[in-house]
C-alpha cells in the first residue's frame, strides 16, 4: 500500500515559480512510476509529467508539450518524494495538481492505470 500526500500548492503571479511535492509512505515506493497531473475546473484531467524506472538505477522524466522547457520533474528516492518544479507559470497552468503512482516502474499519460493517487494541491496563477 503506498499513500500520497501533495504539498506546495498555493497562489503565485504569473512569471513566478512553485515546487510541488508528492511524498510517498512505503518501503517499495522507489519501485513504482509516478506521475503528476492536474485538473482545472469544466475540464478533463490532464498528464503534465511523470518518472519512470529504465534498466539499472537510471529514471526517465517525461514532460507534456504544454510544460515543456517550463516544468521539470525529479525524484529523490532517499526521501521517498518526487518533486514537479514549475517556472515561468501562467494562467492556463492554474489547477490542482495530484501525484499517482503506478506498480511496474511505468508513468503512462493515462490516469485510469494508476494504482495510486493523493488528494491533490491546489496551484492559483494570477495575472
Known amino acids: 500500500q503506498v499513500q500520497l500526500v501533495e504539498s506546495g500548492g498555493g497562489l503565485v503571479q504569473a512569471g513566478g515559480s512553485l515546487r510541488l511535492s508528492c511524498a510517498a509512505s512505503?518501503?517499495?515506493?522507489?519501485?513504482?512510476?509516478v506521475g503528476w497531473f492536474r485538473q482545472a475546473p469544466g475540464k478533463v484531467r490532464e498528464f503534465v509529467a511523470g518518472?519512470?524506472?529504465?534498466?539499472?538505477?537510471?529514471?526517465?522524466?517525461d514532460v507534456t508539450d504544454a510544460v515543456k522547457g517550463r516544468f521539470n520533474i525529479y525524484r529523490d528516492n532517499a526521501e521517498n518524494t518526487v518533486y514537479l518544479q514549475m517556472n515561468n507559470l501562467n494562467l492556463q497552468d492554474s489547477a490542482d495538481y495530484s501525484c499517482?503512482?503506478?506498480?511496474?516502474?511505468?508513468?503512462?499519460?493515462?490516469?485510469?492505470?494508476?494504482?495510486?493517487w493523493g488528494r491533490g494541491t491546489q496551484v492559483t496563477v494570477s495575472s
Open positions: 518518472v519512470r524506472w529504465g534498466s539499472g538505477p537510471s529514471y526517465y522524466a
Open positions: 512505503g518501503p517499495v515506493f522507489s519501485t513504482y512510476g
Open positions: 499517482a503512482a503506478k506498480g511496474g516502474g511505468r508513468s503512462p499519460p493515462d490516469p485510469a492505470e494508476y494504482d495510486y
